[in-house]
């Protein structure tokens, strides 16, 4: 009898192993809830490490593999530490000018149709995962619209809310950690290069001030636009519904860099989320 291993969850963790299981020869089927594959703007751009550079490497096949490399965004290379005054505490540089061992600066909505090709007859949509039942040495996975598949391996790849890991580990639930975080982009533009301090256009960064709260920003630049994304955290950072969020972390970091409190408060209003 063959294995099969059936993944709950089609984001890019349950793509990339169905990638590197169906390169490997092992039967899989991933099961998402969406309805299809554009069903949510899926944001920002995401900061692929070496190790998650090696994974990719190894899950997918070479042709999708070059894609992936020919999609990344100039600003993956290497990793720094600063503080609020925008000193520079720690800089990482990027080792390696081998893809498969470097950082990347990727679309996560690329990513995303990247890590979806080919898998055509692997990947069903509409399937929300409800419950699973152990039978005869093997597991009956139910969905919400009724129907059910049968697997030897159940793998939970739905998000942090995981209802796979709500059945099967039902005490280890998510603890509220009281922190908030919210997420810009500032397009990168002739006039905001002008002022932008080049070391933040050049790769991500980490700032870590004195105070409980950070900020992590990082460029994703194309060939013909770019922005750079921040994303600020505090522990009890109120959002006030009559605010504009941007407006509220502008105020929650008066005293940073100036540079810094501009990227915010230039960033669109419509590229700011909670
Ligand atoms: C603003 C922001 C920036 C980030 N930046 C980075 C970054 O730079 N680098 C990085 O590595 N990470 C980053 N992350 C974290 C990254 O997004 C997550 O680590 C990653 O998405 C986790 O992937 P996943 O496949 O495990 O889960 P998800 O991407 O959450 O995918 C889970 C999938 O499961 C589906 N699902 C949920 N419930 C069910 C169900 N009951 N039945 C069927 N399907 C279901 C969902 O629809 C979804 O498609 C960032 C996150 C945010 C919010």
Not at 1 to 18: K, Q, W
Not at 137 to 158: I, P
Not at 198 to 211: Q, T
Not at 235 to 242: D, F, R, T
């Amino acid at each position: 009898m063959s294995l099969h291993v059936a993944v709950v969850g089609g984001g890019v963790g349950g793509l990339c192993l169905a990638q590197g299981l169906t390169r490997n020869g092992v039967s899989v089927s991933v099961h998402e809830r969406d309805v299809t594959s554009t069903d949510r703007l899926q944001g920002y751009r995401l900061h692929i490490s070496p190790i998650g550079a090696r994974a990719l490497h190894e899950c997918l096949p070479p042709e999708l593999w070059e894609r992936f490399v020919a999609t990344t965004g100039r600003g993956g290379g290497g990793f720094g530490f600063l503080d609020e005054r925008l000193r520079r505490l720690l800089t990482v540089e990027n080792p390696a000018d081998v893809p498969a061992r470097a950082h990347h600066s990727v679309s996560r909505i690329t990513l995303r149709e990247i890590l979806l090709t080919g898998l055509d007859d692997v990947v069903g949509f509409g399937r929300r995962f409800t419950r699973y039942e152990h039978e005869d040495g093997r597991l009956t996975v139910h969905f919400a619209d009724g129907t059910s598949t049968r697997c030897d391996v159940l793998v939970g790849a739905d998000g942090a809310n995981s209802a796979v890991r709500a059945q099967y580990l039902p005490h280890a639930e998510r603890v509220d950690t009281g922190i908030t975080a919210v997420a810009g982009k500032l397009p990168l533009t002739p006039r905001t290069r002008a002022w932008l301090p080049p070391e933040l256009v050049a790769h991500a960064h980490s700032v870590i001030p004195r105070a409980a709260a950070g900020m992590f920003l990082a460029p994703h630049e194309l060939a013909e636009d770019g922005y750079l994304m921040w994303a600020y955290a505090a522990a009890g950072l109120v959002l006030p519904a009559n605010r504009p969020l941007r407006d509220v972390v502008a105020d929650a970091i008066t005293g940073w860099h100036p540079d810094l409190v501009r990227v915010v408060r230039e960033s669109p209003h419509d590229s700011v989320s909670h």
